[in-house]
Each structure stands twice: as structure tokens, then as C-alpha cells.
Nanobody, 119 residues
Framework: QVQVVESGGGLVQPGGSLRLSCAAS????????MGWYRQAPGKQRELVAS???????NYPDSMKGRFTISRDNAKNTVYLQMNSLKPEDTAVYYC?????????????WGQGTQVTVSS
């Protein structure tokens, strides 16, 4: 059974930092592209960052500079370091595991973790 579980969300003041973690089980973790997405109330889910199996990373232009994604294949875990947080970063943050293996797509989501940036 595949499980993708986020942790590390919470309430933080503007300018503060948080580190999110996502632990995956039931998959061959090193084969998967891991991504962090977020969804604010009334808005569409958007990509924050992704990291490929070879460790290369991808950030949309709007996310460059304050967010850093990393992975530890030995721990089946991906991280999102968030710095200089702003109120507009308030959202539910979701972890995604995606892979194409032998022509078949595998796509798993976590339940999300709430991040609230407020004074």
C-alpha cells in the first residue's frame, strides 16, 4: 500500500521559516519525481518545486529564491525548506510522487499540510 505523508506545517510569522517533510512508503522512492504543490483558498493548486530522481530540481519563476527542495533516498523523504515566508504563502501544501515505469504512470498524493503565515 502506497502512503505519502506530509508533516511540518503550522503557523509562522511573516519572515519566518518552515521545513516541510514528506515520507513515502510502498514505492521505489528513488525512481520517482517528487514535487511540492500548494493550494490557497479559492485558488488552483500550483507547483512549488519538484526534484527528479537524479536530484535535479525545478522551480517555477514565482517560487525561485525562497524555497528549496531536497530529497533523501535513504529515508524515502523529500523536504521543502521555506524561508522569508509571506502571508500569501498561506496554503495547504501537498506532496506528490510521480513516475513512469515500463510505460505506466504512477501518481500519488498526500493529504496535505496547512501552512499559515500570519502575525
Amino acid at each position: 500500500q502506497v502512503q505519502v505523508v506530509e508533516s511540518g506545517g503550522g503557523l509562522v510569522q511573516p519572515g519566518g521559516s518552515l521545513r516541510l517533510s514528506c515520507a513515502a512508503s510502498g514505492i521505489i522512492f528513488r525512481l520517482y519525481v517528487m514535487g511540492w504543490y500548494r493550494q490557497a483558498p479559492g485558488k488552483q493548486r500550483e507547483l512549488v518545486a519538484s526534484i527528479n530522481s537524479d536530484g535535479s530540481t525545478n522551480y517555477p519563476d514565482s517560487m525561485k529564491g525562497r524555497f528549496t527542495i531536497s530529497r533523501d533516498n535513504a529515508k524515502n523523504t523529500v523536504y521543502l525548506q521555506m524561508n522569508s515566508l509571506k502571508p500569501e504563502d498561506t496554503a495547504v501544501y501537498y506532496c506528490n510522487a510521480w513516475a513512469m515505469i515500463v510505460g505506466r504512470t504512477y501518481d500519488y498524493w498526500g493529504q496535505g499540510t496547512q501552512v499559515t503565515v500570519s502575525s
